[in-house]
């Protein structure tokens, strides 16, 4: 590919790259005979060996002679990880799931040169106990609508070429040669986009705030210190899409009046790491970065720092401690980054999130009308048009990160507004095993669940803040009846008290003494009046702590504590944990169900299970460790928790 | 006794030596107070050369950089991904993120604990053989519960299958 040193030698190879992706496109012509075969590259999938896969199916084609007309494309994530990995088969628009290295001879032999379906390898719907080939169709896909995923799961990763195919790059040059700063500035902000990392501050704003800084030196900032366990959106976009990133960061120097780009990455995603890095790489050969960039005078570059493991540099003061080498503690703010002496090495700095940007490109080319149509949003515009407040309600699309114990677990975009029941019952297949839905959990350890009652909530800033939870950066973990509320207060306060930077004593100190609080309530040691204690502790910590981390980490206890406050009196009154987790709180049991097959003893790991051959066989209290081994091993079910 | 004044062999020399191409080659500049910016980064590849950070890569890193050796040492000890310990030759990671946590991975750790001998998050393994630690999610949430021995992730693990990877590994050193 030839150097895009304006913006006609960018649509020249738009037209020339856009044949590429000719077959992955809704309504391609299926009897060409030229098929692209796409397979999901991203970290989940490669740890189910989808290069190999990938390696297979290229040798298949080869040996089939047909490599001239099918291709094997290794995309960025599907985002149906449950099912993974996935093999696509374009224009057919076949989904093929779970496969496996050695099912590569089968899909070519028989879908490629035979044209018949692969049938072992085809969907089934589990409530419908059908199978579906065509995704479109498919209910984890109807109620989604791609925006910020638009390009994982159809262009190739690695490529930047298939990004301009996809359009890509064209919202930059239209910034540039036909928009002032201001004017994209202002076209963000009616677009009505929010912080996708959590906090949902319209990212415009803060846009315009950045842009009014009168300065010299001045930074833009790519937050992809993705640190939410169970949350994964960040990774598969920049994975999947990482020259999105590179654009949309382009885009935002442009409006606020930078020269330099930094993106903070966490050093857990490696291949999110050499991914972008080759993005900007490949830019940067094309002349999409750098000096002049298409012949517009607008110098712009980007460079990559690595996190090294600390929740807290998620928080924008820390991270930008954090790229400066410091310890990544939080400051108070103001002064906000964008304030000369808040930013980064003392000057105006912008961060937004991975997701936001991603949006980016496609607001600028789409405009932002079409994207404030998208959502639920209800605003007041003033007499220009122009957003002035949001009533209710936010535009656009938003990521989850959907796990737990529900069917279908993947990466998921649906408009604002859609409803949590849409989410985990339509798009999620509803609870695995059998289970009964007992709450979900989003936000992280920052977040709140929300119950069966509240389920109906449309999803969207306010309205989860309402019912005491909220975005955040969008993991959503669907608890079942088997998972005790009070030990998951439990597991996140253990996060935060690990994570907690130590810099202010509500939260250094505070989230210890909720932990060790709730850990005698989950051992059986707790009081009544302990949980009163808890409450006042927690509120206080809410109201004093330093920075987000602090100030949300009594989220999880306030919010189990408003709705599953049964189950906090069963542990501290009767001593019992209702959903069988607590260790302290149960003992196994042999019951005369046990026929003496001695299962149970030869699986204990620390030889507590004794008894005669065809005789009913005792566990030795003193050494069980309940973990349940013997459960699972008994095939009469036996042994039960008391 | 080599030139740092620590009593390492001639491998630890060559060890410093690669250290000191690297931070070389980023030409910092004494005089210029955002050469810091860079800390991260040398730590990172420091880590990776030596596997850990005791104090007297510490102490070269922060006489390279001329800066203190307490602003080294500050940012060693507040990130989680920077060891002052040597580690076993496999390092067990086993996710506590939330996906995994629902999915039963602290089973997997405890199980891990007990058949190694070893606490998480503590010293290796007496045949310096092993390292267990805890991490928090490695964003393959569709895979809970996750382990990841060294760089190779292992998907869906049960404690059955944990215990199955450690005997597979000792089996293969044994040899």
Same mark, same amino acid.
């Given at each position: 590919m030839d150097r895009i040193t304006s913006k006609a030698d960018l649509m020249a190879a738009y037209e020339a790259a856009k044949g590429k992706l000719a077959l992955r496109l809704a309504g391609a012509k299926t009897d060409s005979g030229k098929k692209d075969i796409l397979v999901c590259g991203d970290t989940g999938c490669l740890v189910s060996d989808s290069a190999k896969i990938i390696e297979n199916l290229r040798a298949e084609v080869k040996a089939a002679g047909m490599d001239g007309d099918v291709r094997v494309v290794q995309t960025g994530c599907f985002g149906f990880c449950a099912q993974g990995p996935i093999v696509k088969i374009m224009p057919d628009n076949v989904f093929y799931v779970k496969v496996k290295p050695e099912d590569a001879k089968e899909i070519v032999a028989t879908h490629i040169v035979g044209h018949k379906l692969v049938e072992r390898l085809v969907y089934v719907e589990p409530t419908l106990k059908a199978q579906i080939t065509d995704y479109?169709?498919?209910?984890?896909?109807?109620?989604?609508?791609? $925006?910020?995923?638009?390009? %994982?799961?159809? $262009?190739?990763e690695e490529n930047i070429e298939e990004y301009i195919a996809a359009e890509g790059f064209q919202g930059l040059a239209k910034a540039l040669t036909e928009m002032t700063p201001a004017q994209v500035v202002q076209e963000v902000l009616d677009s009505g986009i929010c912080g996708r990392g959590g906090a949902g501050f319209p990212t415009g704003m803060k846009w315009k705030i950045a842009a009014s800084v009168e300065a010299e030196e001045k930074y833009i900032v790519c937050n992809a210190d993705e640190g939410d366990p169970g949350a994964f959106m960040d990774r598969s976009i920049m994975e999947g899409d990482p020259a999105s990133v590179v654009e949309a960061m382009a885009i935002g120097a442009y409006a606020i009046g930078a020269k330099q780009g930094l993106v903070y990455i966490r050093a857990e995603y490696p291949l999110a790491v050499s991914r972008l890095q080759l993005a900007i790489d490949q830019a940067r050969e094309l002349g999409l970065l750098g000096k002049n960039i298409m012949g517009t005078g607008f110098d712009f570059d980007i460079e990559i720092k690595l996190g090294a493991g600390a929740f807290v540099c998620g928080e924008e003061t820390a991270l930008i401690h954090s790229m400066e080498g410091q310890r990544g503690e939080p400051t108070t703010k103001p002064p906000f980054p964008a304030n000369i002496g808040g930013g980064y090495w003392g000057c105006s700095t912008n961060v937004n999130n991975v997701e936001t940007y991603a949006s980016i490109p496609i607001i600028l080319r789409k405009g932002a009308e079409w994207y404030s149509k998208i959502g639920n949003w209800v605003t007041e515009r003033d007499a220009d048009g122009h957003w002035v407040k949001t009533v209710s309600g936010n535009a656009g699309t938003k990521v989850f990160a959907l796990a737990g114990q529900v069917n279908n677990v993947g990466l998921v975009e649906v408009p604002m507004g859609t409803t949590l029941r849409e989410i985990i019952y339509d798009i999620g297949g509803g609870i695995s095993g059998g289970h009964e839905f007992k709450?979900?959990?989003?936000?992280?350890?920052?977040?709140? %669940? $929300?119950?069966?009652?509240?389920?109906?909530?449309? $999803?969207?800033y306010g309205s989860l803040m309402k019912i005491g939870s909220m975005m955040g950066s969008g993991g959503m973990i669907v608890l079942s009846d088997k998972d005790c509320m009070p030990a998951m207060a439990k597991f996140y306060l253990g996060f935060t008290k690990d994570e907690s930077c130590g810099k202010c004593t509500p939260c250094r100190i505070g989230t210890r003494r909720m932990l060790e609080m709730l850990e005698k309530i989950c051992d059986g040691k707790g009081t009544e009046e302990m949980l009163a204690e808890l409450e006042d502790l927690a509120n206080t910590i809410r109201d004093t702590a330093l920075c987000g981390l602090g100030q949300t980490a009594p989220n999880p206890i306030l919010s189990t504590l408003r709705y599953f406050r049964d189950e906090y009196i069963a542990h501290v009154r009767d001593k019992k944990c209702p959903a069988g987790t607590c260790t302290s709180l149960f003992t196994l049991k042999i019951t005369e169900a046990c026929k003496g097959c001695t299962k149970c003893a030869r699986n204990c790991p620390v030889g507590a299970i004794t008894g005669e051959v065809k005789k009913q066989h005792v566990i030795d209290q003193a050494k069980c460790i309940k973990c349940g081994a013997c459960i699972d091993a008994c095939p009469f079910k036996a042994i039960v928790k008391e | 006794m080599c030139e740092h004044g620590c009593s390492c062999s001639s491998a630890a020399a060559e060890k410093f030596a690669e250290l000191d191409t690297f931070i070389d080659g980023l030409k910092l500049d004494p005089a210029d107070a955002r050469r810091r910016g860079r800390l991260i980064q040398i730590l990172h590849r420091a880590q990776h050369i030596f596997g850990y950070l005791p104090r007297e890569v510490q102490q070269h890193v922060a006489q390279k950089m001329r800066i203190p050796e307490s602003a080294v040492s500050g940012v060693v000890s507040f990130y989680n991904f920077f060891s002052t310990k040597p580690k076993g030759k496999y390092v067990i990671n086993v996710c506590l993120g939330t996906a995994c946590y629902v999915k039963g991975s602290e089973g997997v750790l405890r199980e891990l604990e007990r058949v190694l001998g070893v606490k998480a998050d503590t010293d290796p393994t007496p045949d310096g053989l092993f390292s267990l630690t805890a991490l928090r999610c490695v964003?393959?949430?569709?895979? #809970?519960?996750?382990?990841?021995?060294?760089?190779?992730?292992?998907?869906?693990?049960?404690? #059955?299958? #944990?215990v199955a990877v450690v005997e597979e590994i000792r089996a293969r050193e044994a040899k």
């Open positions: 479109q169709q498919m209910p984890f896909y109807k109620k989604q609508q791609r $925006i910020a995923l638009r390009n %994982c799961g159809l $262009i190739e709450a979900v959990q989003t936000g992280g350890p920052s977040g709140g %669940c $929300i119950t069966k009652e509240n389920l109906d909530t449309p $999803i969207d | 964003g393959c949430c569709g895979l #809970a519960p996750v382990m990841v021995v060294n760089d190779k992730v292992y998907g869906k693990v049960t404690p #059955a299958k #944990a």
